[in-house]
């Protein structure tokens, strides 16, 4: 179901469930996502839903409504657009429940079990720098890559002790992190990679500045990821 989820200075306030067709923004109290900031109009935006795709108008607000950092008046939605309302950021995630045998129904219920195993499997494989990848879980989902559309696809790290390293993305799973600090994992799906904290603090793992929170969030081109301490980069090239 599409979902907006609406921070604002790195802190995720609020998720909203796209299920009207209408479903207006602004800082009067009759909106149905109120955004109390005198940089957001009283009656600022509209997230159209119509024929199974999202919009958003702007409603002629003072300050305008951007997509990805580019003003518009109305403009279609893909799934992990960032919105900027003010200071308002607000990420549009658009993502489709698959068939309970799809390999990515699969995917997920792996995904389920790596907290379990964090402790064992994570110290087995962590480089001594703390930084590992877990490799195991492409081989276990028979069939799961040749679902996937061919992807070139990496993190560059950008600080640390790793800094200068490149990790291909070419598995299904690609766990990061650093034992008993954090861990988080990118995962391929059909629309793209996403982004999920599997262990640590919150703060631990922010995407261009912003806590990702419990919720998986899409990685674009140049997305930059802090992780325990250190910085990296996604590249699609």
């Given at each position: 179901?599409?979902?907006?989820?609406?921070?604002i200075?790195?802190?995720?306030?609020?998720?909203?469930?796209?299920?009207k067709?209408?479903?207006?923004l602004?800082?009067?109290?009759?909106n149905?996502i109120?955004?109390?900031?005198?940089a957001?109009?009283?009656?600022?935006?509209?997230?159209?839903?119509?024929d199974?795709?999202?919009?958003?108008?702007?409603?002629?607000?003072?300050n305008?409504?951007?997509?990805?950092?580019?003003?518009?008046?109305?403009?279609?939605?893909?799934?992990?657009?960032l919105?900027?309302?003010?200071?308002?950021?607000?990420?549009?995630?658009?993502?489709?429940?698959?068939?309970?045998?799809t390999?990515?129904?699969a995917?997920k219920?792996?995904?389920?079990?790596?907290?379990?195993?964090?402790?064992?499997?994570?110290?087995?494989?962590?480089?001594?720098?703390?930084?590992?990848?877990?490799s195991?879980?492409?081989?276990?989902?028979?069939?799961s890559?040749?679902?996937?559309?061919?992807?070139?696809?990496?993190?560059?790290?950008?600080?640390?002790?790793?800094?200068g390293?490149?990790?291909p993305?070419?598995?299904?799973?690609?766990?990061?992190?650093k034992?008993?600090v954090?861990?988080?994992?990118?995962?391929?799906?059909?629309?793209?990679?996403v982004?999920t904290?599997?262990?640590?603090?919150?703060?631990?793992?922010?995407?261009?500045?912003?806590?990702v929170?419990?919720?998986?969030?899409?990685l674009?081109?140049?997305?930059?990821?802090?992780l325990?301490?250190?910085?990296?980069?996604?590249?699609v090239?």
């Amino acid at each position: 179901m599409p979902t907006l989820v609406i921070s604002i200075d790195g802190a995720v306030i609020k998720e909203v469930q796209l299920t009207k067709e209408r479903t207006t923004l602004g800082r009067r109290p009759y909106n149905d996502i109120v955004i109390e900031n005198l940089a957001v109009s009283g009656e600022h935006a509209v997230i159209i839903l119509a024929d199974g795709k999202v919009s958003i108008e702007d409603l002629r607000s003072t300050n305008g409504t951007y997509v990805n950092g580019r003003a518009v008046q109305k403009q279609s939605l893909l799934n992990g657009d960032l919105l900027d309302i003010g200071r308002y950021k607000i990420r549009f995630l658009d993502t489709v429940i698959a068939e309970p045998n799809t390999p990515a129904a699969a995917i997920k219920k792996v995904l389920a079990h790596i907290s379990e195993e964090v402790d064992s499997d994570y110290a087995k494989l962590a480089t001594p720098s703390g930084f590992g990848e877990i490799s195991s879980f492409a081989s276990t989902i028979q069939g799961s890559l040749s679902a996937l559309p061919e992807r070139h696809a990496m993190i560059r790290m950008l600080s640390g002790s790793l800094q200068g390293k490149e990790v291909p993305l070419f598995k299904v799973v690609t766990t990061l992190g650093k034992p008993g600090v954090a861990i988080a994992s990118i995962t391929q799906k059909p629309h793209g990679f996403v982004l999920t904290q599997l262990e640590g603090e919150s703060e631990s793992l922010k995407l261009n500045g912003q806590i990702v929170g419990p919720l998986s969030v899409p990685l674009l081109n140049g997305d930059t990821v802090e992780l325990a301490g250190s910085t990296m980069r996604f590249v699609v090239e």
